[in-house]
């Protein structure tokens, strides 16, 4: 069954606020919701960062929408401890709850002040984690030594349903090592070549069959200058490659780069357009790509315009096909 989701940037909006936004976007008809999970913000423009967990519990019981969140354990967040959170909201929200698990950015792991680790090491400590939190689902006493420590962990509190566990991927080459063991891939939009190899590869590394979530980054507004000025606002410390993203620290170092990017080079990553026409052409190609399910990332301040145009204009022509 096709989803078309309302994205929740914490890094933008205050929680109160997000979760009015979410409320309206299960009224215009979207059918499903996702978030942000960070500690700090992308630029100090953006200038929030509220607590997805305690949020996530709000939004669930304020709506019927399911949600995912995209998590990095292993460093500000101990995997017992997720899987822990996890099983609370599934258990109290049956079958509406999923999370995505990657390897994090410095920007929010470095304030344990504990090394940040190269990517190879991220991986591996994350599929430690995946593990940890996998076997703590299943009612097993969890003792491991690695590059995460737990002790005798027991999880009393399980749900019926276990959520399921998507890898949170960027490049065909993680795609292709979370398709091993992942029960699903989140990615993100990024040019049609590029996006496809990321799906080949997840579907090569072993995900052939599995679903396939997408978080859409657009830019919609009454005009296409106002849709372009609010994407280059916003998002623009988020144009860079992911092996630059993942290493910087600090919100203002983002702002420094950010300082480069012209207007136009947003639109190799965001989708801008005044016209909800040419937003549903992009959003079929993801669709016809297989993706079954969309989050749609609207990352200009004007979130209540793009929830009741695109609940009037643009999700009744994908739901109903």
Partial sequence: MIRIGYHSSHEQFKPSTLLANVQRAQQ?????????????????????????????????????????????????????IIAQAAATLAEMFPERFWVALGSGQALNEHITGDKWPSKADRNARLKECVDVIRALWNGETVTHKGLVTVEEAILFTRPTVKPMIFGAAVTAKTAEWVGSWADGLLTISQPKEKLQEVVDAFRRGGGEGKPMNLKVQLSY????????????????????????????????????????????????????????????????TYLDMGFGQLYLHNVNLEQERFIDVFGERVLPALLTK
């Avoid at 919701?33 to 913000?41: A, L, Q, R």
């Avoid at 630059?244 to 480069?260: C, V």
């Fill in 221 to 284: 507004a009454d005009s296409e200058e106002i849709a372009l000025q609010g994407a280059h606002e916003q998002w623009r410390s988020n144009v860079f490659p992911n092996n630059a993203l993942t290493e910087l620290r600090m919100p203002e170092q983002f702002e420094a780069i950010g300082q480069m990017v012209k207007p136009e080079e947003i639109t190799n990553l965001v989708n801008i357009s005044s016209d909800p026409a040419r937003h549903l052409a992009w959003l079929q």
């Fill in 28 to 80: 215009a008809g979207f059918t499903a919701g996702s978030c942000s999970d960070h500690f700090h913000p992308w630029s100090n423009t953006q200038g929030e960062s509220g607590f997805a967990w305690s949020w996530l519990g709000a939004a669930l019981q304020a709506t019927n929408l399911s949600f995912g969140v995209v998590n990095a354990p292993g460093q500000r967040y101990h995997p017992a």
